[in-house]
């Protein structure tokens, strides 16, 4: 997720005070230089790794099935995948290959109620987002396990994250730990952070600088998901 280059060194602080506090303990950290992937790292706070053994994506609320997924769970949903570009707000993507299952397979196992319209998604570092239910129907959007044909590394956001390449990064989360079925969305957790994000989060027209193609790469974009590159 992004956040402005303020809260980022504020959030580097915190996670180095705690490091500090306990040096046994590893923590996902935010950083600046792009990894072998070419994608920036970000992180609402710092947190540990989620523990996958112990790990289950809780999907509640306005439902007639709740259920309790472990990662296994999740693995027998039909698995899709495609190749996508995500975009930050703060001007700069990167692309991959992803492979994870659809929301709609998630909606036929627990069977929401007629009342609910939206969806909260909620992280282990305790960021948020809201969906309409329909926005995540849409087949671009992504529940993703896996990246580059591999299992999503934890500075990725394992072991699930949203992808949806027609909004900015902060609206695909990472370390995704329940959905919650609700009967009307409240924004983003984003708005409350600065004035670089809307609750949506739609990319808009305007320019790209994208790290996989070089460091001083800029691409005009027209807005919506970049397919051009």
């Not at 609206?171 to 009307?184: D, G």
């Not at 691409?219 to 397919?227: A, D, N, S, W, Y």
Request: net charge positive; charged share 25%; hydrophobic share 35%.
């Amino acid at each position: 997720m992004e956040v402005p280059s303020m809260n980022r060194r504020m959030f580097m602080a915190s996670a180095v005070a705690a490091t500090l506090r306990g040096a046994d303990t590893k923590l996902l950290l935010p950083s600046d230089t792009p990894d072998e992937y070419h994608f920036r790292l970000m992180w609402y706070s710092p947190v540990p790794p989620v523990d996958q053994k112990s790990y289950r994506l809780q999907v509640k609320g306005l439902v007639e099935n709740p259920l309790s997924l472990s990662v296994a769970d999740l693995r027998r949903f039909p698995h899709e995948s495609q190749n996508t570009r995500l975009k930050c707000v703060q001007c700069w993507s990167a692309r991959a290959d992803w492979g994870g299952f659809r929301f709609g397979h998630l909606l036929e196992a627990v069977k929401p109620k007629k009342t609910a319209k939206a969806v909260r998604v909620e992280c282990a570092d305790k960021w948020y987002e809201y969906f309409a239910t329909q926005e995540l129907l849409s087949p671009r959007v992504l529940l993703a396990m896996d990246m580059n044909g591999q299992p999503l590394a934890d500075r990725h956001g394992a072991p699930l994250r949203l992808v949806d390449p027609a909004r900015y990064g902060y609206k695909s989360a990472k370390l995704i730990t329940s959905i919650e079925f609700v009967a009307e969305g409240k924004g983003s957790m984003a708005c409350d952070i600065g004035p670089y994000y809307s609750p949506t989060g739609e990319i808009k027209a305007g320019y790209d600088h994208p790290l996989d193609l070089g460091p001083n790469v800029r691409r005009k974009i027209g807005g919506g998901e970049i397919t051009e590159y």
